[in-house]
């Protein structure tokens, strides 16, 4: 059982990420600044920020590029912004329209990775190089 006297935010999705041991297991969400907190099972919190990142962004954390280590990914209107684990952006995109939902993330049967997003009426499907899938932008 844990006992831990740090918080974590609440209000936004709250990602796990197991370590080898508790002191690298924590819990990590944004808040309503656009920082990212990481609250670890040894109680230990730690507070990351972004630079071009806006206070109202949509966050998920997730192995985009494939090489085993979670990176951060942000929405915000139009924005999409991909950050590495030690915070250097690895992809950036701006749409035509708002993005409207949460960047969904997917592991395909080929174990490569995609992102998902959707805004107002297009659904697109993005690889880790960055490219649009082959088929989309979808029309839903």
Same mark, same amino acid.
């Given at each position: 059982?844990?006992?831990?006297?740090?918080?974590?935010?609440?209000?936004?999705?709250?990602?796990?990420?197991?370590?080898?041991?508790?002191?690298?297991?924590?819990?990590?969400?944004?808040?309503?600044?656009?920082?990212?907190?990481?609250?670890?099972?040894?109680?230990?919190?730690?507070?990351?920020?972004?630079?071009?990142?806006?206070?109202?962004?949509?966050?998920?954390?997730? $192995?985009?590029?494939?090489?085993?280590?979670? $990176?951060?990914?942000?929405?915000?209107e139009n924005n999409l912004?991909?950050? $590495?684990?030690?915070?250097?952006?690895?992809?950036?995109?701006?749409?035509?329209?708002?993005?409207?939902?949460?960047?969904?993330?997917?592991?395909?049967? $080929?174990?490569?990775?995609?992102?998902?997003?959707?805004?107002?009426?297009?659904?697109?499907?993005?690889?880790?190089?960055?490219?649009?899938?082959?088929?989309?932008?979808?029309?839903?």
């Amino acid at each position: 059982r844990l006992s831990l006297s740090n918080k974590i935010p609440t209000g936004n999705a709250i990602y796990l990420k197991v370590g080898n041991d508790i002191n690298k297991t924590f819990l990590t969400t944004i808040d309503t600044l656009g920082n990212i907190t990481k609250l670890f099972f040894n109680d230990k919190k730690e507070i990351l920020t972004f630079e071009g990142v806006a206070t109202q962004a949509n966050f998920n954390f997730y $192995d985009y590029n494939g090489n085993n280590s979670n $990176d951060y990914i942000f929405t915000w209107e139009n924005n999409l912004k991909i950050f $590495d684990s030690d915070k250097k952006e690895i992809y950036s995109n701006v749409f035509q329209e708002p993005v409207t939902h949460l960047p969904l993330c997917f592991k395909m049967a $080929d174990k490569t990775s995609k992102i998902g997003l959707i805004n107002a009426n297009k659904i697109y499907l993005i690889n880790k190089k960055g490219v649009i899938e082959e088929g989309f932008t979808l029309v839903g």
